[in-house]
């Protein structure tokens, strides 16, 4: 849920359960969503858990919802970035080395 120019969560009730910090968030996966910090073109992306304590800092360009315990992420800009692949700890678990990738 966005308030002013901050993203944030809020249980059925409306009430929220994480504050409005993030400068852009998405669903959750397996647990943890995405979540931005700074604009668009160069903020970083990072993961929280459904407490909002972050799980992944905010290190890769872009990021992509977890499925079977990875997630896809981008070093580097749209152009000229690589593609790897991240546990849920953060741990790189396939080297962004990758042109084009897909996520499951």
Excluded: H
């Excluded at 966005?2 to 993030?22: A, E, N, S």
């Excluded at 896809?72 to 396939?94: A, E, M, P």
């Amino acid at each position: 849920m966005r308030k002013g120019d901050k993203w944030g969560f809020i249980d059925l009730t409306g009430m929220f359960v994480i504050k409005p910090t993030y400068d852009f968030v998405r669903d959750f996966s397996e647990g943890l969503a995405v979540f931005r910090v700074g604009n668009e073109r160069t903020g970083k992306w990072g993961f929280i858990d459904k407490t909002g304590k972050i799980i992944v800092k905010a290190q890769f360009d872009k990021v992509f919802p977890f499925s079977e315990g990875r997630a896809l992420v981008r070093v580097g800009d749209f152009k000229s970035g690589k593609f790897g692949y991240v546990d849920k700890t953060g741990k790189i678990v396939v080297k962004p080395q990758f042109d084009k990738c897909i996520s499951l």
